[in-house]
Each structure stands twice: as C-alpha cells, then as structure tokens.
C-alpha cells in the first residue's frame, strides 16, 4: 500500500511539472487543471470504493504552508526603493477600499434573502474579498514590470491584510474598543516578532556553515510563522517584511549594525535560497490544488443554483475594482482582471466552523468563484498581453 501511495505521489508531482510547462506555453493557469485532475481522481477512487481519509487538516496546513512561500517569493522580487512608497501606498488603498466594500457592500445585499445575523454573514463573505497572491503572482510572468509590480504589492497587501479583517470580525466578542484595543496589541506585537525574526533569520542565513543549512532556514520562517499563528498574530506581515528585507539587502548597508548579520554571505546565497522557495512552494501548491480536487465532489461544482451566487458575487467584485481603479486613477487594464479568489478564500471557508457556515455560500460557490476568476484572469491578461506593444520577456508563471 506504502508502495503504492509512493508511485501515485511520483507520478503526480511528475505530471504536474508537465502540466505547468504546458500551461507555461498557452498562458493558462495550472491550477484549474489541478483541480480538475484531483476531481477526476475522486471519481475513480469512488468508483473503486475506495475510502479516504479526513484530508481537511492535512488541506488546511499545506495551504498555509504555500501562502508562507508564495508571499515570500514575491516580496523576495520587489525592488523597494524611496521613489516607489507612492505606488505601494496606492497598492494598498487599492487592496483596502475594494475589500471593505465588497464585504459590506455584499453582506448588506445578501441579508435581504438569507434570514441569518449580519455578524455572520460577513463571516461568511469576507473570504471571497480577499484577492489570492497565490494565484495571482505567478501569473504575472507575462506583464511588464511595473503592472506586475504593482499587482504583487497589492495581492500580498490583501492576504495580510484579509486575514486582519477576518480575524477582527471573526473573534469580535466585545465592544469596538475592545476590538481595537486587541488589535493594537496584536499589531504591537508583529511588530516586535517581525524585526526580531528578520533579523535572527537573516543572520542564520549568513552564519550557518555551508551545507544542509537552506532547509533548517525554511523550517525557522514556518516556525516564527506558527508561533506568530498560535498567539494570533498576523504572521503573513513577518514573511512579507522578510522576503522585501531579503530581496533588497544593499539598500540597507548605511545600518553599521546589520554587519553582525553578514550581509556579504546573504548575498553569496541569496539565489540558491530563491530557487529552493520556487521549488518548494510549487511542489506544496501542487498537491494543495491536487487534494483540494480529491475534497471537492463533482456534484458541488456543477451545481447551477450556486453559480447563480457565485456569478452575483465576482459581477459585484469587478464593478467595484473598476470603480476604485478609476478613482484612485490606476490603470485598468490589466489590473482589473489580477484580482482572482483562491488559497486565502479556501482557507478562510475551512476555518469558519460547520454550524457557522452559510448554505447559500458552502464549497460550491467558494469553487466556482476560485475557477470562474482564474479564468477570467487568464482569459483578461492574455487579450491584454497580446494587445501591447511591450515584450514581456518572459513567459507565464504559474504553480
């Protein structure tokens, strides 16, 4: 049986390389064709009768591991400079006035037809306003510089800040001030992890002796991370502030006290740990997105009254980015497009409690929307793409 789980396992991960390369060359999202492959395989393990295991822990953890690897690598390829805080201060606004909007904007309309709490049905909406960096970063590959920038800030900036919200609604058992004075702390305390972390981090990167010495740093990051989690702190702004500090290191020299943390051997391993994050994260998200097929039944994905729901919602999540990206004069295309669903919305659905869960809004609809705004992106970004005068100089990126 070991045996047999061991080739499956192989020839998956071999399968999903291939895949990729493929999707690589049409500049076509990989993981809508990992989820279909895992659906496929959930059909043929029920018409074996074969019985699975609870996956939804082993699902959850995965997908927090991959939102751990793909926020860094993007925020390992961002040149920070002072000239650019304009852009990432736009970047954010545009990740914040969107997000906000949608979920009110969107619960307030749905309590018109689902006879539940206002309280809980933000919970339950909050999940599909979060635009999905790991989806929407390694499809970037085929924009020029500055869209792809600008869409890297502001996909990062929403799953950190996404899970701020959600935590903040979720855990909202006392006053406003309360709430806020909670968040405070909490931010507080990020804060102090953060610095703390990158610094302790970025020294073992350039004490440790050649070797085995990659692995054990990316088993530190996850660690700080999951000690950040456990005190329900938002973890994601360590990685991030990690990945930037990392990818951006001369800038910082005229810190005399950054010499302890031998910036001349970071620099020595920088590529090697980018490449080792790459290969990673792709073999996580691969067999996130394959599992994430086995947990879906083919029912749930075609079911038609949900795509009336899943529909009204991404139609309400374009308007209002077109709205906010002409307000705050951003261009529209192709950033209208960059704004898929994906890991954080999965993640997010899971962790809402079974009785808290709204029926209208279950797995089907959170499937749908992850699929219909991949394709969209994909679809959008490639009628972009081949209207511009501009190479791209390189080809799509995707899981």
Known sequence: MVQKLIILFSFLVIFSYVLDVICKKIKVPSVIFLIALGIVGRIVVDNFHIKLPVITPVLMTLGGISLILVVLQGAMELQWSPEKNRLIFKMLLLCVFPMLTLAYVA????????????????????????????????????????????????SSFSDILGLLFFNFIFTNSGGLLHQVGVFSLELLGTIVLTLLGTLLIAWLLGFLPDGV????????????????????????????????FLGNLSKFSKYHFLKYIHPERIKLHFDEFYNIVSEVGFLVRSVFFLMLGFFILPSELLNLKALLWSCGILALSYLIRYCYLRLLRVTIFPNLFYSPRGLVTILLFLYIPLGERLPQLGISVVIQVVILSTLIMAIGGKIVSSKSNEPTGQEVQDI
Request: negative net charge; charged residues 10%; proline residues 8%.
């Open 107 to 154: 619960s307030y309309c749905l309590s018109f037809y689902i006879p539940h709490s206002f309280h809980r049905i933000l919970v339950n909406v909050i999940p599909f306003a979060i635009i999905s960096s790991a989806i929407a970063i390694p499809a970037t590959g085929m924009l020029a510089e500055k869209p792809r920038e600008q869409i890297v800030y502001e």
């Open 213 to 244: 010495r990659l692995i054990p740093i990316l088993a530190a990051l996850v660690f700080v991370f999951e000690i950040a989690e456990y005190f329900e702190l938002p973890a994601l702004i360590f990685i991030f502030v990690f990945g930037v």
